[in-house]
């Protein structure tokens, strides 16, 4: 489990094929510090297991269906990655409750630099919209933000200084492709809404009728 706080910005060394997977081999600082064999990692969002560590890097391996379900298609040498450790039981929860499992890989419509933010534009396709709520939290490429706006097929994220500069976010591009976790307690309770409602949809004009 995570909070989507990153801790750091890792740098990847070097992508080696592993079978249909990757063995990725990740430069680090911070989150190595006390890392060991066997524990969870969050990378860009993705929850993997370290199998080798050292002072200054570890590796994770990737399997074919991790390559398939996210954004780790894209990943090379040299690419900026967020990481963040597992939650301590004792620690705090700044950001809301991240597995580290990919729902969507989506993509990136509009960057806008604004005074004090950057403000970005997400692609989420229609059978996501029950999860998608304005003020509500999801998290991108591993970072808890709050859903600021939503338009038919994109939502909005407002990310702030501190963010942008503690993350990859301050590297992307328009069309760049992200991934995505929607909030597990709203993902919990639409699905409880689907089983009571005898359906395999939600749909918005169910959720009116429940007053949403």
Not at 181 to 202: F, H, P, Q
């Amino acid at each position: 489990m995570f909070t989507g706080m990153i801790e750091e910005v890792g740098v990847i060394e070097r992508v080696s094929p592993l079978g249909n997977g990757r063995r990725i081999d990740i430069a680090a600082s911070l989150t190595v510090e006390d890392l060991q064999l066997g524990d969870s990692i969050a990378i860009n969002g993705v929850c993997l297991t370290a199998v080798a560590c050292s002072p200054r890097s570890f590796s994770v391996e990737a399997v074919e269906e991790t390559m398939k379900k996210t954004s780790f298609r894209g990943f090379h040498g040299g690419k900026r990655v967020n990481l963040e450790r597992a939650m301590k039981a004792d620690g705090r929860l700044g950001g809301h409750f991240v597995q580290g499992h990919v729902d969507a890989v989506s993509r990136i419509l509009s960057i806008e630099k604004r005074e004090e933010s950057l403000w970005i534009g997400i692609a989420y396709p229609a059978s996501a919209s029950a999860w998608i709520i304005p003020r509500g939290s999801v998290a991108v490429d591993g970072v808890s933000l709050t859903v600021a706006e939503k338009t038919n097929g994109e939502f909005f994220v407002s990310v702030i200084p501190h963010t942008g500069d503690n993350t990859i976010f301050s590297f992307y591009k328009g069309g760049d492709d992200v991934n995505i976790e929607y909030d597990m307690l709203g993902k919990y309770i639409v699905n409880m809404l689907e089983v009571r409602a005898g359906s395999t949809s939600m749909t918005t004009d169910y959720l009116k009728q429940l007053g949403y």
